[in-house]
């Protein structure tokens, strides 16, 4: 029940695609789901994350979609940039709890 | 740089010499997280603190690891007659806490390699 699942594992597109990273979660306790991006040999940084009583949230170019119901949410990477490649990591707790990782997306964006 | 710090970067260690790892929060935060992780594998909680009280403690941490955070500021983690299996990264985050937010911020890191 502690567990979020996160996929694909890999993830390559094309310069300007719009990457889709899904997770989902079982503990309908979790009320905080932030996303992560992590580049080799640098520890995590928080990209954006989204409480569960909106669907959507959107900050430059990374939108997180929420669906309470299917306890699924989602990253969308609009006009991906050769620089956006990037280990990215779901995460869920309760407030101010320790996080629950997902096992990691690589995405790689070619020129 | 007013980031989560993180010391050493990089600690190459022979089995069973015992090491301590240095993290420096947030100023104003008074959560502090231990976070372990693998090549290829999210983040996996060790442990926590509320200020200088250690309020969770993950299964992973064996009687080997021992972490503090005196007077709520720093926190050392130290582990005993490392292993092999030790070898990992391990993450420090803080954040506010419930009365200010929950966003978390990690640290570089220190990089374990146990020879």
């Known amino acids: 029940q502690q567990q979020v699942k996160q996929s694909p594992q890999s993830l390559i597109v094309q310069k300007g695609g719009i990457p889709i990273i899904n997770c989902a979660y079982e503990?309908?306790?979790?009320?905080?789901f932030p996303w992560y991006q992590q580049f080799p040999g640098k520890g995590p940084a928080l990209l954006i994350a989204i409480r569960p009583d909106v669907s959507e949230k959107k900050e430059g170019r990374f939108t997180i979609s929420f669906n309470k119901s299917a306890k699924q949410f989602s990253l969308h990477i609009m006009d991906s940039q050769p620089g956006d490649s990037a280990t990215y990591f779901c995460a869920a707790s309760r407030t101010t709890d320790k996080l629950i990782f997902g096992t990691g997306t690589r995405l790689q964006v070619f020129p | 740089d007013t980031g989560v710090s993180q010391n050493p970067r990089h600690k190459i260690t022979k089995r069973g010499q015992n090491v301590t790892f240095r993290c420096d929060p947030i100023?104003?935060?008074?959560?502090l997280y231990w976070y372990r992780q693998t090549l290829g594998q999210g983040p996996e909680f060790l442990t926590y603190f509320q200020n200088e009280a250690q309020l969770e403690k993950s299964r992973l941490l064996s009687d080997r690891f021992s972490a503090e955070r005196p007077k709520g500021s720093f926190s050392t983690l130290e582990i005993q007659r490392t292993e092999q299996g030790d070898s990992a990264m391990y993450l420090c985050?803080?954040?506010?806490?419930?009365?200010?937010?929950?966003?978390?911020?990690f640290g570089q890191g220190t990089r374990l390699t146990v020879v």
């Open positions: 985050a803080s954040s506010r806490g419930r009365q200010g937010g929950t966003e978390a911020f």
């Open positions: 503990n309908t306790a979790f009320d905080y």
């Open positions: 100023s104003e935060h008074n959560r």
